[in-house]
């Protein structure tokens, strides 16, 4: 298991779905599991940037882990979120038979950021929630890297600023250097 993170509009689902095609790997998002979902609370709570809680991500979580192939390797984007989640993945990677091989982390200038999520369009784009779910990476998400750094996973730091094909070879270089392709 890969584990992507980075702010919003740092460019890890564009890059997610790049490396699992060229590696013949699976992308898993809970984003976009949530963003699929037919239940209106569900999608109300996404438009207010919050995050989803706990217990239901871990459950999405756990449901499309079940659905992968335990033969391939797959890219986990947007969990975990907080410490809470780690935790619970540490706790629950050995029943899906996985381990994590490494941790991606997508470095973006917060100027770059504001502009690529201003011209994407989503609902939950407007000026209040984009600053809100940058907090909440902040606050919440990006101290988990310094916790696996602790727990001496492999944690790469990548150059996100630029376009989408040079940030990629950037990703393919650094998981090839890491031999885990
Ligand atoms: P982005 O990469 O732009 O932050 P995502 O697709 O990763 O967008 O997530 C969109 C929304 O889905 C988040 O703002 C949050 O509400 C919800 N979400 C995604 N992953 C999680 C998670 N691990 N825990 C709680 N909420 C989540």
């Known amino acids: 298991m890969v584990l992507f993170f980075g702010p919003p509009g740092s460019g890890k689902s564009v ?31 996404l438009a207010t940037g919050e995050l989803i809680d706990d217990d239901m991500t871990n ?7 079940q659905g992968t192939d335990r033969g391939t390797r797959v890219v ?15 706790a629950h990677l050995p029943e899906h038979g996985r381990e994590i091989v490494a941790v991606i982390v997508f470095d973006v200038p917060k100027e770059e950021i504001i502009k690529r999520l201003a011209g994407r369009g989503r609902s939950e784009d407007t000026p209040e929630v984009i600053e809100r779910r940058l907090q909440i990476y ?21 150059d996100g600023s630029g ?8 990703i393919q270089q650094a998981i090839e250097a890491c031999s885990l392709v």
């Open 163 to 170: 376009n989408v094909d040079e940030v990629h070879e950037r």
């Open 15 to 45: 890059q997610g779905e790049l490396l699992v095609k060229r590696n013949g790997w699976q992308w898993l998002s809970t984003g976009q599991l949530f963003r699929d979902s037919s239940d209106p609370a569900v999608l109300q709570r």
């Open 76 to 90: 986990v984007d947007g969990y975990p979120r907080n410490r809470a989640q780690a935790e619970w993945l540490e």
């Open 138 to 158: 902040a606050e919440n998400t990006k101290p988990i890297v310094d916790y696996y750094k602790e727990q001496g996973a492999p944690v790469i730091v990548i």
């Open 59 to 65: 459950k999405v979580l756990a449901d499309a882990l």
